[in-house]
C-alpha cells in the first residue's frame, strides 16, 4: 500500500532561524495537505497542494509539490515560539487508490529555543 | 465553523471490556473517520464510512468496528479491550468533494479521546 515518509522525525531550532520539513510518497499523489500539531492539540488542517510544481505561501510558510508528485515540502523562514508543533503531511493517493483516504506522514517536531 | 466532538476526552477501562467512542459532527459531512495516534507512528486509519451505514477498513481495523447509523455520529467500538490499545483517538470529518477527479477535502479534527486501558 501507499507509504509516506517525512523526515526528519525531530527538529530543534533557535528561534529566527529557517526550518524545513520534507515528504516522500512511494506512489504518485492526486494531491497533497499539511497539517500542524500544537502540544495537546489536534491537526489542524494547513494547506492542499493539488499542481505538479505547485508553490503556495502563508506567510512565513512556503510550501512545495514536487513536479512528480511525490514529494513535498513545508519551510518556515524565521521561526517563531508560535510555531512549536508537529508538522504532517498526508497524501491522497492516484488513480487506483482509494479517494477518501488520506496516508499521513509519521510527522516532524519542531521545537524552538526563545 | 466545523465543530467535531468526541464524547470523552479522558477514559480509563480494563482489559476485556468493550468500550464505546462516540464522535459528532455539526457540519453535514459525508466522510468521517477514526484514527489512533501513537508517539513515533503518526496517525494511523482505523475505519472510515463514506455514508450513512457505510463502513471501511483503513490500515489497522483490528480489535475494532464502527458503526454510523446517522450521518452526523460515527462510534467506534472496541469489542474487547487490550493494554495495546491504550492511544490517542483522533475522529475527524470532511466534505465529499470532486476536484480533477478526485475527492479533496481537509479533515477537519475533533480534540481526541485518550483512552488508557488497565
Known amino acids: 500500500g501507499q507509504q509516506v515518509m517525512q523526515i526528519p522525525q525531530y527538529q530543534h531550532v533557535q528561534e529566527g532561524e529557517d526550518f524545513t520539513t520534507y515528504c516522500n510518497s512511494s506512489t504518485t499523489l492526486s494531491n497533497i495537505q499539511w497539517y500542524k500539531q500544537r502540544p495537546g492539540g489536534h491537526p489542524v488542517f494547513l494547506i492542499q497542494l493539488v499542481k505538479s510544481g505547485e508553490v503556495k505561501k502563508q506567510k512565513r510558510l512556503t510550501f512545495q509539490f514536487g513536479e512528480a508528485k511525490k514529494n513535498s515540502s513545508l519551510h518556515i523562514t524565521a521561526t517563531q515560539t508560535t510555531d512549536v508543533g508537529t508538522y504532517f503531511c498526508?497524501?491522497?493517493?492516484?488513480?487506483?487508490?482509494?479517494?477518501?483516504?488520506?496516508?499521513f506522514g509519521k510527522g516532524t517536531l519542531l521545537t524552538v529555543n526563545p | 465553523d466545523v465543530k467535531v466532538t468526541q464524547s470523552s476526552r479522558y477514559l480509563v477501562k480494563r482489559t476485556g471490556e468493550k468500550v464505546f467512542l462516540e464522535c459528532v459532527q455539526d457540519m453535514d459531512h459525508e466522510n468521517m473517520f477514526w484514527y489512533r495516534q501513537d508517539p513515533g507512528l503518526g496517525l494511523r486509519l482505523i475505519y472510515f464510512s463514506y455514508d450513512v451505514k457505510m463502513k471501511e477498513k483503513g490500515d489497522i481495523p483490528e480489535g475494532y468496528s464502527v458503526s454510523r447509523e446517522k450521518k452526523e455520529r460515527f462510534s467506534l467500538i472496541l469489542e474487547s479491550a487490550s493494554t495495546n490499545q491504550t492511544s490517542m483517538y483522533l475522529c475527524?470529518?470532511?466534505?465529499?468533494?470532486?476536484?480533477?477527479?478526485?475527492?479533496?477535502?481537509?479533515?477537519?479534527f475533533g480534540n481526541g479521546t485518550r483512552l488508557t486501558v488497565t
Open positions: 498526508a497524501g491522497f493517493e492516484g488513480s487506483g487508490g482509494s479517494n477518501y483516504k488520506l496516508t
Open positions: 475527524a470529518s470532511s466534505l465529499q468533494r470532486w476536484f480533477g477527479g478526485y475527492y479533496n477535502s481537509p479533515l477537519h
